[in-house]
């Protein structure tokens, strides 16, 4: 082996005959230097994430976390954008760089770009460069078990869901982009919401009765026909419903991580939440996220980023802090009411009285399997509490915060009404009774009046990631570092921590116009020249659904359940603020909840007035 001087000596040496050997020694070592100097230089200026401009550190103990898990919903996401633009350098525990990021471009590669979805005659192979925060899946593990949100990585148990319901399907039944199985579920959107007589006599075992039903009620035997509801436990109670109603296929869909493919909403069970609003099952789910994750302390926030997840796992079993004993009386309820649901669909099927809900599905495929494939009884759980948690809570968060602004915005709420009578009237003259999937899709106001709330308030505001490997972020413009220079990629470390804030993105302003930060219907008809940006999400191209192969599941379900449950609504009630809406917060606890400022621990509440809504 030569050394660096002795090999650039052994190149000068070629010139012997012109220059002396000092002279040579002399270059050789000068350029040694010069070189070394070199790779110094390039080493300090290569560009890491601690060159990116971000917000001083609360504390080196806990760098910003407790400003960005602490503060309201978007919050610190929309001043970091502000302040740092899309990709913001955030610290976390002892000074580790994090990243916060609402960048189109950088989202599209984490969200879209490193996932990749690859058939293999019916298993599906998802190779995904940006795996979930350990700490974050731990949570998803004490609300919902090991089901789909908590899965990353091979997860055996998704190679068995995968396995049984392809077993049970047709293929081209599990990929519903044309959303006929979702379309399927307008009228029991519509029952749950409405009190139509044509839809009430829809066989049932146990009828609840409709929310505006109960509504009108309410306001009939009030003084000035008019009264205040905490709509926010309303709506939790309705999406309920209409997650345990259906008697086929609810929705399907696939994947998730690297093997998988769906799961279904379809349970063929009426809770009957609206009817009893004092039930135990109800009631524990009521407040649940908002107990268990809303406001933690520091201590929580500094103990679940650096504790071992074992650790956590411990702690979420043992410990006697009242929101984990919460959240474990939940999990409880819910097995059981899921156990009973599975040994129900057993009994039908041993009876030959089997349905086509996915969980009948799921039941018969699993009994006929081999018992090393078989899903395990809390994997079977865990996949029911999942859509139970992940589709009731954030479709009810959605409907708050699409009625918070119809209240706040009078003109657009008429706006809406105009439109739902004339399509009404439209539905009477062609001899229908109600609003079909079409009908839905076809009122132009509604759907800008939905994409803008769910643009301004996405119910699910953050995604965590965690780069599985080295990796180059691409930018949509380039990033000044503190030194001064710009650069339009950024190289990230394997096992950095992303935020990925749906909020933000969701008021880019090069996308959705310099009005981003207002509420307005209204942009949603302009032209599309005027939008900008890469391809991200499954509606309006927002980020409030996700996005690539990890995208919600669940999203088209949810948009009819919204829109439907909307139009009810605004069909029949006229919504108006309450003085109280002035302490209104969103509640940052993995969902974005309406709480009270001094209530928290009262749990989600959206307090309007509500009146009937004359008729011409
Ligand atoms: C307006 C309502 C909804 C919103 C805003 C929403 C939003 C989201 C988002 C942002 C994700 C990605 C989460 C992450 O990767 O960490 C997600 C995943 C998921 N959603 Fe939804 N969702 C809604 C309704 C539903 C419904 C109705 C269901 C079921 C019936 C559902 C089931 C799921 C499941 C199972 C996942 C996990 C998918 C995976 O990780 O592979 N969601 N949802």
Redesign the pocket.
């Known amino acids: 082996m030569f050394s660096l001087s002795e090999t650039i000596q052994a190149y000068f040496g070629r010139f012997s005959h012109i220059m002396s050997k000092a002279d040579i020694t002399t270059l050789a070592l000068f350029s040694s230097v010069a070189l070394a100097l070199l790779i110094v230089y390039r080493r300090a200026k290569r560009i890491t994430v601690s060159h990116i401009p971000g917000p001083a550190p609360e504390s080196f103990l806990l760098g910003n976390l407790p400003e960005i898990f602490l503060s309201q919903a978007g919050v610190p996401d929309f001043k970091y954008q502000q302040a740092y633009g899309d990709v913001v350098r955030v610290k976390g525990p002892f000074g580790e760089d994090r990243l916060l990021i609402s960048d189109p471009k950088a989202l599209q590669y984490i969200f879209h770009t490193s996932g990749t979805l690859t058939a293999h005659f019916v298993l599906m192979s998802i190779s995904y460069g940006f795996l979930?925060w350990p700490e974050?899946t731990e949570i998803s593990r004490i609300l919902m078990g090991r089901?789909?949100?908590w899965?990353d990585g091979m997860v055996l148990s998704d190679l068995r869901v995968l396995h049984h319901v392809t077993a049970s399907y047709e293929c081209n039944e599990l990929m519903p982009s044309s959303a006929p199985e979702c379309k399927a579920f307008v009228p029991i959107f519509r029952r749950v919401g409405s009190e139509s007589p044509a839809l009430l006599s829809l066989p049932s075992s146990n009828l609840m009765q409709p929310l505006t039903a109960q509504w009108s009620d309410i306001l009939a035997s009030s003084s000035d026909q008019c009264a205040v509801f905490n709509v926010a436990s309303w709506l939790s109670r309705a999406t309920m419903d209409s997650?345990g109603e259906g008697d086929d296929v609810?929705?399907c869909y696939y994947?998730?991580?690297y093997l998988?493919f769906c799961?279904?909403?379809a349970f063929d069970y009426q809770f009957g939440a609206l009817q009893n609003a004092d039930d135990e099952f109800m009631k524990a789910y009521f407040g649940l996220m908002s107990d268990t994750l809303g406001s933690p302390p520091k201590s929580a926030i500094f103990m679940q980023t650096i504790l071992p997840i074992w650790v956590l796992q411990l702690r979420s079993r043992y410990s006697r802090s009242r929101n984990l004993v919460h959240a474990r009386h939940t999990a409880e309820l819910a097995n059981a009411v899921t156990r009973k649901l599975v040994d129900s669909k057993a009994e039908a099927l041993l009876q030959g009285k089997g349905n086509k809900d996915i969980l009948s599905l799921l039941v018969k495929a699993n009994a006929s399997e081999k018992a090393n494939i078989r899903l395990t009884d809390e994997e079977m759980l865990a996949q029911m509490r999942?859509?139970l948690l992940?589709?009731?809570e954030?479709?009810a968060?959605?409907l708050c915060w699409v009625l918070l602004e119809l209240a706040r915005n009078p003109d657009v709420q008429k706006k809406l009404r105009d439109e739902i009578r004339a399509t009404e009237s439209a539905i009477h003259a062609r001899g229908d009774a109600d609003f079909t999937a079409v009908d839905l899709e076809n009122m132009t106001y509604l759907s800008a009046v939905i994409k803008e709330s769910?643009r301004f308030h996405?119910?699910?505001y953050q995604?965590?990631r965690q780069a599985a490997d080295d990796n180059v972020l691409p930018l949509s413009k380039p990033i000044k570092t503190l030194d001064g220079n710009y650069v339009d990629e950024l190289p990230i470390p394997k096992g950095i921590k992303i935020i990925l804030s749906?909020a933000a993105y969701n008021r880019n302003t090069e996308i959705f116009g310099d009005d981003a930060n207002v509420y307005n219907p209204d942009r949603w008809f302009r032209q599309p020249g005027e939008k900008k940006g890469p391809s991200l999400g499954v509606y309006g191209n927002l980020?409030?659904?996700?996005g690539g192969v990890?995208?919600?599941?669940?999203?088209r379900?949810?948009?009819y359940?919204?829109l439907a449950l909307t139009v009810e609504i605004i069909n029949n009630f006229e919504l108006l603020p309450t003085p109280d809406l002035a302490r209104l917060r969103r509640e940052a606890c993995l969902v974005m909840l309406p709480t009270l400022e001094g209530e928290q621990l009262k749990g989600e509440n959206l307090p309007l007035r509500v009146k009937i809504a004359p008729r011409d």
Do not use: D, Q
Request: glycine share 6%; charged share 10%; proline share 2%.
């Open positions: 979930k974050r089901g789909l949100l899965a997650i609810l929705l994947f998730a991580r998988t799961l279904i909403a999942t859509i992940a589709g009731h954030t479709s968060t959605t769910m996405p119910a699910l995604n965590y749906i980020l409030t659904f996700a990890r995208v919600c599941i669940g999203w379900f949810a948009l359940e919204v």
